[in-house]
Nanobody, 117 residues
Framework: QVQLYESGGGSALPGESLKLTCAAPGTTILSIGWYRQAPGAERELVAR???????QYADYVRGRFIIGRPDANNTVHLQMNDLKPEDTAVYYCSARIDHYVGYHDYWGQGTQVTVSS
């Protein structure tokens, strides 16, 4: 069974950086990225990378966040720079995994990011 191993997050002051990590070992990744959900809000896209190389960013993180390419271990990092209080949310890794006769979407357990002064 496919599992996503998600880590990172924590607390930061405004302007500081955090790095999130997601791994999907032993899989063929069609796309992978992060969504976030703040209290009382709907879950929304943060950043996503597709197997063809295209990346997608929410307007509010463009220029601050960078989603990297999967490495040899199928590990992806989301580098979050210049954090703002509005970035406070639970961040969920999500990956679309190829099963050759179809695909399925998987979700990590989520990690809390808190940005406050």
């Amino acid at each position: 069974q496919v599992q996503l191993y998600e880590s990172g997050g924590g607390s930061a002051l405004p302007g500081e950086s955090l790095k999130l990590t997601c791994a999907a070992p032993g899989t063929t990744i069609l796309s992978i990225g992060w969504y976030r959900q703040a209290p009382g809000a709907e879950r929304e896209l943060v950043a996503r990378r597709y197997s063809g190389g295209r990346t997608q960013y929410a307007d509010y993180v463009r220029g601050r966040f960078i989603i990297g390419r999967p490495d040899a271990n199928n590990t992806v990092h989301l580098q979050m720079n210049d954090l703002k209080p509005e970035d406070t949310a639970v961040y969920y890794c999500s990956a679309r995994i190829d099963h050759y006769v179809g695909y399925h979407d998987y979700w990590g357990q989520g990690t809390q990011v808190t940005v406050s002064s």
